[in-house]
């Protein structure tokens, strides 16, 4: 299988170095190069490439207003850029790999070989990496202490809304990441995870006990000592992954 590759970076001679290491895989076709990010949505579109290797500071438009603008259509991205403030966004984003320039050779190879394995056998439509599928999400990017870091889902005990933000509770922290809890609910696997109020979501797997309150709404003790709300709305959810009705 031959991935087609579309270089997008403001810089000439980051382009040119891009294109270099590209020559050396002979299952990539180059495209094209864009110099910013309007050309790149323009240039996405009228060829349709399976992976972008795209930056994030760019005129005009950077390299995520690029994706928001495509929306549905984004391809595979590999984000190569000198700023690592913008990690967090890039995986929330399901960014294949975020490249911190300079990267060495072997680094960008790495960076190929996962959107070798990303894309599989049939370019586009296996778009998302395996760790982003929907209902398979293995961890969460957040941001700790001014340093980025990868939160395993299993240890997740609960999920909570705060406007525009959603908090993450595990191992006793609480991580603030930017996403809405319902695009959140979609990645979970919806056989541990299930929302149990409009502003919650519970790991089944750490629900210690039930604890009934009044009018069908029930308190959910979880294995942290957490104590949240099971709403009369949200109570037929958890029913149906238990199997049973609550008393």
Do not use: W
């Amino acid at each position: 299988m031959t991935l087609r590759a579309l270089i997008v970076d403001d810089e000439p001679f980051a382009r040119q170095r891009v294109r270099r290491l590209l020559g050396d895989a002979r299952d990539i076709e180059i495209v094209g190069e864009c110099p910013d990010g309007f050309r790149a949505v323009a240039d996405i579109t009228a060829l349709a490439p399976d992976l972008v290797l795209l930056d994030v500071v760019m005129p005009g438009k950077d390299g995520f207003e690029v994706l928001d603008e495509l929306r549905g259509a984004a391809p595979a991205v590999i984000f190569l850029t000198a700023h690592d403030r913008f990690a967090v966004r890039a995986f929330e984003a399901a960014a294949l790999d975020y490249l911190l320039k300079p990267f060495d050779e072997q680094r960008f190879a790495l960076a190929l070989d996962r959107a070798r394995q990303a894309l599989g056998g049939s370019g586009r439509d296996r778009l998302r990496p395996v760790a982003f599928t929907p209902g398979g999400l293995t961890r969460l990017v957040v941001k700790h202490a001014g340093r980025i870091r990868f939160v395993k889902i299993a240890d997740v005990s609960h999920i909570t809304a705060e406007a525009n933000y959603v908090c993450v509770h595990a191992g006793g922290e609480v991580h603030l990441v930017r996403e809405t809890l319902g695009a959140l609910e979609g990645e979970l696997d919806p056989a541990r995870f299930v929302r149990i109020h409009r502003a919650t979501i519970v790991n089944l797997d750490r629900v210690r006990e039930l604890e009934p309150m009044f009018n069908g709404q029930y308190t959910v003790v979880l294995d942290d000592g957490a104590r949240v709300t099971l709403s009369r709305r949200y109570r037929p959810h958890l029913e149906r992954r238990l199997g049973r009705p609550l008393p």
